[in-house]
């Protein structure tokens, strides 16, 4: 059974950091392209970072700079590292691994607020 546990959302200050982690089990992890996507309320998913199997990252201009995506093949884990959280970071943040096939976790709820 394919499972993808994200872990380390939560309340922060702007200007505040995350580490976000997510743990996956029950397929090739080190097989896969592994994704952050977060979606805010009334707005659509969007990706916040990717990492390839050979390790090579991908960020859009809007959190380039601010986050970092990371993966242990050996723990089958890839984290997001957030640094200056802004308001506007608010989301549910999911992990995404894709290959032959697509696999989601739950979300991990990121609140940004003073």
């Known amino acids: 059974q394919v499972q993808l546990v994200e872990s380390g959302g939560g309340l922060v200050q702007p200007g505040g950091s995350l580490r976000l982690s997510c743990a996956g089990s029950?397929?090739?992890?080190?097989?896969?392209?592994m994704n952050w996507y977060r979606q805010a309320p009334g707005k659509s998913r969007e990706l916040v970072a990717g990492?390839?199997?050979?390790?090579?990252?991908n960020y859009p201009d809007s959190v380039k700079g601010r986050v970092t995506i990371s993966r242990d093949n050996a723990k089958s884990t890839v984290y997001l590292e957030m640094n200056n959280l802004k308001p506007e970071d608010t989301a549910v943040y999911y992990c995404?691994?894709?290959?032959?096939?697509?696999?989601w976790g739950q979300g991990t709820q990121v609140t940004v607020s003073s």
């Open positions: 990492i390839t199997a050979g390790g090579i990252t």
């Open positions: 995404n691994a894709r290959w032959i096939a697509n696999h």
């Open positions: 029950g397929f090739t992890f080190s097989n896969y392209v």
